[in-house]
């Protein structure tokens, strides 16, 4: 492995307020999570910032919202162009400050471009309807408009692509934005904020803020002129939200954490299913908010399937994510994240639970200073820490089940529901039993992620609202009916 110094120099990162990029009024240290070396300095915003940042969005609603469509479109592309050109550096720093492998690093980069190139398609289809009334004179039309401010709240496990979700469809749709990335992780959507205003953006249509969620967060969700609040991150951050909300009545779109169950049946594709596993459970290290969080498998192939994800999931290399060759996990992104899959894989132990592999940190060599955990497997039941709670981490319980109708009960059984994975290859029984499943995304036979064209909505306490798709545009927009009586003299 080559070895990876931290940057020459810093990265420093900038808000935008107004189309004017401005310091914090105060610092914070950003890490990269492989070395524990400080590789950037993010700008922490105070209280009198973030206000300033929701009156630019508000001043610049009205003039952005009554642009023709087609120029608000031409400003997401020229969005999309500047990331493009800018990808290779973005995708440095994103995983210098987030941790993953680069050629992932550079996917997310690029799955952010194509959500401004797909809104700036849907921005010029934003339709409304014409009601037929009971009266020859009287006319009745709904339009949809935009509706104001919108926060963006963003998280750290895919901090540029999560961000990109709320903010192009935003702007589409004609709100304005003020963007808050997480702490830990602020550095790459600060680039981009300040790549827009560079780009032609007018100001004021995007601005940006930063710094811990109980200040900077919290004094954003909750300022009156804000009428939209979009937020990915954990669920009991946005039940709070959700509270803070209903004070003004905002609008809420909330992305909040999974626990995925994969059901293998006896009849799975079974080298799909196998590499399925291994790639959702271990992506970006488990951090993923659909990562495969616990495997349903049917008694009478389970040994098979579990020995084959064991012995790949063993394979699995670990490593700094710009190092070459490139390893296929890097580490956990907070020391938060790493304590608490320690905690899950210590209850699987405590419960006699199998540990087919992994198991602890991974500390060789230079992997010493980071975060890092070795990818594991664990066969157990269902009573596991981990099968009932998040671990987001690279790790993966095996409960053997029955039949089929005894792992959608228990994949049902939790409060989570945003994405189930499903494998067989009885088609009829996936379509029926896709019906049963209380989750926003079923995939049959694949392990496709959240992509632009498709909606992605947390059901139960995952999520509320949905996001990506055009029904993510229609989230910033609201509905008015104008009746209109003609027969007047
Ligand atoms: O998220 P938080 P955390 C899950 C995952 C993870 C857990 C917690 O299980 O371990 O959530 O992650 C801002 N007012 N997911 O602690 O705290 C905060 O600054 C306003 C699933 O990092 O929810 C950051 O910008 N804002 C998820 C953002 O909210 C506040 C991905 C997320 O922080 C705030 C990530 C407040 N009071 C974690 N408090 C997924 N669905 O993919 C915090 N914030």
């Not at 190139?117 to 010029?124: H, P, R, S």
């Not at 702007?171 to 550095?187: I, N, R």
């Not at 919290?218 to 946005?238: C, D, E, N, Q, Y």
């Not at 198991?359 to 594991?376: I, V």
Request: aromatic fraction near 4%; charge should be negative; charged fraction near 20%.
């Amino acid at each position: 492995m080559t070895s990876q110094a931290a940057p020459q120099t810093l990265i420093s990162g900038s808000l935008v307020i107004a189309g004017r990029a401005v310091a914090g009024a105060a610092a914070d240290e950003v890490t990269d999570p492989a070395t524990g070396t400080v590789i950037g300095i993010a700008p922490v915003s105070s209280d009198e910032q973030v206000d300033d940042a929701v009156q630019s969005a508000a001043q610049a609603f009205g003039p952005w919202a009554a642009l023709p469509a087609t120029k608000r479109s031409a400003h997401l592309t020229a969005i999309a162009s500047w990331i493009r050109q800018h990808a290779a550096d973005l995708a440095t720093t994103l995983t210098l400050e987030q941790g993953k492998p680069r050629s992932e690093a550079v996917g997310e980069v690029d799955a952010a471009a194509k959500a401004f190139d797909y809104y700036a398609a849907e921005a010029v289809r934003v339709r409304g309807e014409t009601i037929p009334t009971g009266s020859p004179t009287l006319r009745s039309v709904a339009i949809r408009q935009p509706m104001g401010v919108a926060a963006a709240i963003g998280t750290w496990n895919y901090p540029l692509g999560i961000m990109a979700w709320k903010i192009a469809p935003a702007l589409a749709a004609g709100c304005t934005v003020v963007a808050k990335p997480a702490e830990q992780t602020p550095l790459t959507v600060l680039a981009v904020v300040a790549g827009a205003a560079d780009a032609g953006l007018p100001p004021g249509v995007l601005n940006s803020v930063s710094g811990t969620g109980a200040e900077a967060g919290a004094r954003l969700a909750s300022h009156p002129l804000v009428r939209k609040i979009s937020f990915t991150g954990g669920t009991a951050t946005g039940r709070r939200l959700l509270h803070m909300a209903a004070d003004d009545i905002k609008s809420v779109t909330l992305e909040l954490g999974g626990h995925s169950p994969m059901i293998v049946l006896a009849d799975a594709p079974m080298d799909l299913a196998v590499a399925d596993a291994v790639k959702r459970s271990f992506r970006n290290a488990g951090q993923l908010c659909n990562s495969v969080n616990r495997v349903f498998v049917q008694r009478s192939v389970a040994e098979q399937f579990t020995e084959r994800v064991t012995e790949r999931a063993a394979k699995l290399t670990l490593g700094h994510g710009l190092a070459d060759p490139e390893p296929n996990l890097g580490p956990l992104t907070t020391a938060d994240g790493l304590a608490r899959v320690e905690a899950h894989v210590a209850d699987a132990r405590a419960r006699g639970a199998q540990i087919r592999t992994g198991g602890s940190r991974a500390t060789d060599g230079e992997l010493a200073g980071g975060l890092f955990y070795q990818p594991t497997v664990v066969v157990g039941d269902g009573e596991l820490l981990m099968a009932r709670e998040e671990t987001f981490g690279p790790v993966v319980p095996v409960i053997v089940v029955e039949d089929a109708d005894e792992a959608v009960a228990r994949a049902n059984s939790l409060d989570a529901g945003l994405v189930s994975y499903l494998y067989t290859r009885d088609l009829r029984s996936a379509t029926l039993l896709s019906e049963r499943l209380e989750f926003g995304t079923v995939n049959v036979n694949n392990v496709g992620g959240g992509d632009v064209p498709f909606p992605y909505a947390g059901w139960k306490h995952s999520g509320l609202g949905i996001e990506l798709s055009r029904a993510g545009m229609e989230e910033y927009l609201r509905v008015k009916h104008i009746r209109t009586e003609l027969g007047y003299q």
